[in-house]
């Protein structure tokens, strides 16, 4: 709407003039009814004596003298008109005629006037309660306005500060891998460190043995050209063999090397299962039935089954899934591993898969001895194991969460001491599958 | 002020009563018209009422000629007191010459002459007057009434506004003139000053306060 329209307004009292309260049609018939009463003229004149209606014959100079009557017509009890009558004969009801038109002019000016007082009034009222709904319309809009504003910075801040959190999660994140990379170079440390060292003191150990063997040979080398006789050398190098206890010698030396080779096999282990944990994501991804892979993964590990195991299956159809297949594999394996590593004898292990509508969900339960509720926590840290040393590098559920994290999946383990254990790894279907 | 035409040499000045509903605005301009001889005013023109209810507003005017030829008009006004019909009352209050404030004496009215006094001031500074410069009368009207808040306890509270009070019961014609001589005259006296109405117009106070108030 547009606001500069100049508004009506009126000053409630203002004067006004005759004219501007009756119009001419108004009274004209009024007037003109008053000359079938005989009555030549009828008019009505303004407050300056000029007619503003004037009906019948005027006076020609030459025509007789008339009988005439003025009478005056008020607005707000002052005279604004006078009502004149002209009469050519006079007649006993001009008088009363006279005052009957008077009084009818009188009402309809007054009632007029009353009439236009109110509408002005309710103009102005109407003036005002539209301006208050102008005014309130602005104030809404502009309260409107401001909310909207508002909202619209709250959405940005909203952004700002997810960005913020994004960023800080990130580094967080990093921080924890930085912290996760220093554990498992601590780790990984201590259990390299541990058969280097007692690699290292064999090879020492056994390079003092090499100097006797060295000596033994050398004396036999000698004795051949020094001594005649077998008996000779026999005995002289007896004495010699027992002086430098070449019987233990030999014995502990097969015991080092055999010890030495046992702890290279350990750090190559370490090292080959490290190769999970450091996560090859450039490995090109496969469409891979899981269903397969479980079947091909424990029939690979039968030999390793205890002999009186019993073995469930309750493999259900699957889509083909995109994944890098050895790695899962692995991680399948860790997880049967700890399984089999559960019980010495009578052990039940069921392995399942079914779909659900966004995931494929594997199932491995043991009846094993389960898990310590205090452990559970660090199942899935590196080198954490409650194994003795040496028969585990705790590297197995470590590396299993890795890859399975890293296919943006999950793995939980429920596990009740002495009950055994359920292994649940879910894996989303991706928009391929969907 | 609604006309001052030098011209012409007439001024057409408004003097308003105002007060919370049912007060007794109206019946202050019955009496005047009753008691004033109509020489000096016109006819009480009463604009559409529901149930004696003011709606519109009601009009008295009064008629002054000085022998200068100088006319002055005065036109009084009643607002209608209902609260909803506040558009109203700011349009009458319009260019205001005057105003007569009626508040009602009885003792549980109060808070409703508080509350219209309140209104008034609002809807002087709306229309652009001063109320402190403006020429205003106030009167408690129905004494004739029992369980009425004592004359003694009125004029403690309202003589420390400054503004004159008059006792009134307009149904019996107490105290209404009374009212109206006291606010034509700070009226008058307002104007005067501002207009030099003796000296240049040759209006004389006394003269026009009797020919007005022509009983």
Redesign the interface.
Known sequence: MNETTPNIS??????KHLSQIISRSEIEPLLLSALATGIVRAALLDADGLPFCDIGNMRAPQMPERAAIRLPI?V???PQGTLLLELETPNPLFEAVAQVMQNALQLIV?NN??RM??TE??T??VQ??YDQLVLTNRHLQESERRYRNLARDLEQKVEERTAELRQASKRLLQQEKLAAVGQLAAGMAHEINNPIGFIRSNLGSFSKYLNRFLEMLGLYRRLLDEESTTAAVRSRANQRWNELKMDFVLEDSAVLLGQSVDGADRIARIVAELKGFSYLGEMEKFETDLNLELEQLLASLADKFPPDMKLTTDLQPLPLYSCHAPLLAQAFGSIIDNGLKSRTSGLHLSVSSRLEPETIVITFVDNGCGIAEADLPRIFDPFFTTRPVGSGTGMGLAVAHEIISGAGGSIEVLSTVGTGTTCTVTLPIGDAHA | MIEFDEHQRKLVLKLVYYGPALSGKTTNLLSLHDQFDRNGRGELMMLDTTEDRTIYFDLLPFFYEAPSGFKIKLKVFTVPGQVRHDATRKAVLQRADGVVFVADSRTSMMAMNGESFANLEQNLSLVGLAIDQLPLVVQFNKRDLAEVVAEEEIRKTWSEAGLPVVMASALQGRGVIETFRMAVELLFDSLDSKLQLREKYGVDRAAFLRAIMKT
């Open positions: 009126f000053v409630i009292g203002e004067e008020r707000e009890g002052e007054t006037l009353k007082l109110t009034v309710h102005s009222v005002e309660s």
